[in-house]
């Protein structure tokens, strides 16, 4: 009965290829994110969707392509994989905006570019 | 840009010690959030203080608000080991995206027994 869930965990892959990340949360949020969290722990927001409708693209290359089949559902799809994309992707969900409510986060999915 | 700063970026205590964290922000907030992440995890939200608040209590843990100073405190009492993680303050972004949430770049606290 995990809340929000992401797979795979980890992620190994060579430089150009291209690969998926898929979360969904259970809780009956509306909207939902996708974070980064670079090797010094910095996090960063990448994308916000609010009822599957994109609000937040952070000046993410575009070869990260969301999708949001349905409220429960943000996937990342990244073309093209390069060294510096490697880093530790969060999936969140949360009911409304950051006004009055706190983030569910997903258990992250380590990507390594090699 | 980066809005919450924490401090100190590393604090490494004795179980049953008191540990108190700081976090600074730049602009006016609506809210200010307290994360915690455990090594390997995703963030597990511990406690929201809304700005016309200025503490709120959640078991163990003590937050305080002064939006005069731009700055909030994460103070746990009597630590365990399980505490140990890194402890991230967050704010809704300023110029009206509410979609987002700025981090500050942590507080490694490390609990020994």
């Known amino acids: 009965d995990t809340a929000v869930s992401q797979t795979p965990k980890y992620l190994v892959t060579q430089m150009g290829n291209d690969k998926s990340i898929k979360c969904e949360q259970n809780l009956g949020h509306d909207t939902m994110y996708w974070y980064k969290q670079d090797s010094k722990k910095f996090l960063k927001i990448m994308f916000s969707y609010n009822n599957k409708e994109l609000i937040i693209n952070e000046t993410v290359p575009n070869r990260f392509s969301p999708k949001s089949p349905d409220k429960a559902h943000l996937n990342l799809h990244i073309n093209s994989l390069e060294l510096g994309d490697s880093a530790v992707y969060f999936c969140a969900s949360s009911l409304g905006t950051y006004m009055n409510t706190e983030a569910f986060f997903g258990q992250g999915t380590r990507l390594t570019v090699v | 840009s980066q809005q919450g700063e924490e401090d100190p970026q590393a604090l490494s205590i004795q179980e049953g010690e008191n540990a108190t964290m700081n976090c600074s922000y730049k602009t006016s907030i609506n809210n200010l959030q307290w994360y915690r992440q455990n090594s390997g995890r995703g963030l597990v939200h511990l406690i929201l203080i809304r700005s016309n608040e200025r503490e709120k209590h959640s078991g163990r843990l003590r937050v305080t608000l002064d939006t005069s100073k731009k700055s909030s405190s994460l103070l746990i009492t009597a630590s365990r080991a399980a505490d140990t993680a890194s402890y991230f303050c967050?704010?809704?972004?300023?110029?009206?995206?509410?979609?987002?949430?700025?981090f500050g770049k942590g507080t490694l606290l490390t609990v020994n027994p």
């Open positions: 967050a704010t809704p972004a300023s110029g009206g995206s509410n979609y987002k949430l700025t």
